[in-house]
């Protein structure tokens, strides 16, 4: 793919702006603050996330309250109801956490890790310096599988507790423990989320019946280029369910995966990893933070894998860096610095084809196709800058900036039809290549308002974007047979070859620029009437607008739209263990599409399709460490452009799916010593209008199972060994909306065992597949259908220091 100049005027305008308007709200916010004495106040703050709680504290108590960056990350607040002083407030509020509060000689106060060393760390300000003993409480403080908040659901800290609609977290431990090494084994563990197989190249997931290869979020920064993703850098994993373009924009039709990365925690420490496993799988990693000088903080994540497969000449390597700085301006200012270069290269697989409705009957390991004609690349490097302000009276400004290069190809010669008597098997090939820069600005504030009772959460904010994105395909031609062969014909009993292959664009491949420019307000109200009512209520407006340019026939097509995107929902608890809510939300995908690159004369002339979520669903904290959830859902799509059947040069628009179901969920602790992560969903989505000829009215959409089931159990023995034992069930899913061909229903099992002789050394041992099922994992069509592995060894060693 020849490398297209990226524009970046928009670039230049948006950056200074972003920051200008950061700046200025400084000013403007500091207008609101006002400082307060050391008295006694009467609290009532709810059991929360941590961070939230001392946003609600310091609106309560009126005074300037600060936390160094990501030290409240994963923790959580008992809440307080009592009438004390500020501090004797405070020293309960963070009992239990590990945390100290300091009173700095302005009267304001800053969270950091206890003990707190008191000399030179203010840059000369430690003296004077009063230190709120910490209070010892009993409990674990370890959450474990279970997370109880969420940054990403609400563009705040909130308390999954109070989040009106379903999320599903994999958090870091129940990624190590069971060596996830993708979003698929990650999605496994989200109920109401199933993956497809992604042409061998791709994370594909299919939230609540919607298939998505660009609803994917880092640290709720827009991350949507079709690639793989890796976890080495990765804190936890969310699975925000059901479309809410309040939070998220355009897209998100079924929901949104966001992962949140992982922060300088302002200690000294770090841990390397090596992985070694089944068909020559080796893998290695690193995680160090440092602390400079006090007010500069330090983490690197690096990376490095190389690894073959079960699949015959499937192949992956990959690696990465990711060092994060933040920089502690003053006890309300913090600013983090990010980058990340990534590189991912491997073979691409589509799998086996299917026969007679089914996948056809091979060995798990046969390759379709011509594996050393099925390179597959991405390339990223990604820049990220955040500036956080902390007000007097809790009030908190957040300005992101993301800027990120793609760079991404796949190539593949893979399987097609099955000839009737099952002796042969079709063959083409193409590659299709993509460059996008994304660049966004997000622009948060945050403030808490009482009036008598009634107590105010705004967040209102603002986004800006940029995406410009080249995209070219080209058709595989075997020019051995002949100058205009595209597929040829292979034994079944043998379907490789080495067939050279050349590669160039036909009358019909893609050849493409575009821009797509993103400017949007939102504003978000979480009202608390009384400890047992809460409402939340929020609108975003959005304009996009997409440039597109046809290199191919010179063709260029404009296309603006300006939704509206509400969001509404009512929460009660009639005691503070269990929480119901309903919910009503919407979301709208352009019709440009996911990728921003299919507009066509026809399809432009429409506003984009909408997706429409109402859900109503229980949140029950069990215990202090165990929760579990409930959500029932319908989620319809609408505005979905089809050819007329009654005149194919037109288009028209129909309501096209209707997807419902019921999600259970259950994460934390059982007891001391046993943690277990698991959910259920049954699942219905069937298309409401016929679509095309292969999709009709009353079909059931493609791999969505109606039964699902995963359940992981941990149990440690002693402090020196512990077992784990997971099952992973579906039922049967069709590989495509035509329900043609079928992947049967399957369960595996899979375990683990963990040995740490001492405290900085610990081993691992996970098996996949323990009972070597065969059985298919994912599908992209009728004919490109993956195989799930046979039994697998992994062996991780890991080091603290």
Known sequence: MPPYPVSLPFARRLLPLSLAAALLAVPVMHAMAAAAEETVHSFRIAAAPLGQALRQFAGQAGILLSAE???????????LNATVATGQGLQQLLAGTGLVAVQLPDGSYIVRLAPTPLSADLDGEGAGLQVLAPVTVQGSGDDGYRRTSSSAASRNDTALHDTPQAVSVVSRELIRDQDMRTLADAMRYMPGVGTAAGEGNRDTAVLRGNSSTSDFYLDGMRDDVQYYRDFYNIEAVEAIKGPNALVFGHGGGGGVINRATKQPQWVDDGEATLSLGAWRNGRAAIDLQQVVKGDVAVRVNAMAENSGSFRQGVKVRRSAVNPVVAWRLSPRTTVQASYEHFRDDRVTDRGVPSYRGRPFDTDPSTFFGIAGSSPSWAYIDALGVTIEHAFAGGAVLRNRTRLADYDKLYQNAFPGPVSADGASVTVLAYNSATLRRNLFNQTDVEWTVSSGAVRHRLTAGGELGRQTTDNLRNTGYFTTLGEGVTHISLPTSHPVTDLPVTFRPSATDADNHGVADTAALYLQDQVRFSPQWQAIAGLRYERFAVDFVNRRNGARIARTDAPWSPRAALI?????????????????????????????????????????????????????????????????????????????????????????????????????????????????????????????????VAHVPRHSLSLWNRYDFSPVWGAALGIIARSAVYASVSNTVALPGFARVDGAVYFKPQGNFQLQL???NLFNRKYFASAHSNDNIAPGSPRALRMTALWRF
């Open 69 to 79: 960056g990501g030290l409240t990350q994963g923790k959580r607040s008992a809440g």
């Open 572 to 700: 009660y608890q009639p005691v503070p263990a269990l929480s119901l809510y309903a919910s009503v939300s919407q979301s709208f995908l352009p019709r440009a599409g996911e990728q921003l690159a299919s507009l066509t004369p026809s399809n432009a002339v429409f506003e984009p399709e909408r997706f429409r979520n109402v859900e109503a669903g229980v949140k029950w904290e069990a215990t202090a460490d165990l929760s579990a959830s409930a959500a029932l859902y319908r989620l319809t799509r609408s505005k979905v452009a089809v050819t007329d059947p009654n005149d194919a040069t037109r288009a028209m628009l129909v309501d096209g799916q209707r997807s419902e179901g019921l999600e259970l969920e259950v994460k934390g602790k059982v007891q001391p010593g046993w943690s277990i992560a698991g959910g259920y969903a049954w699942q219905r989505a069937v298309l409401t209008a016929t679509q095309s000829a292969t999709a009709f009215e009353g079909a059931t």
């Open 766 to 768: 996970n098996v996949e």
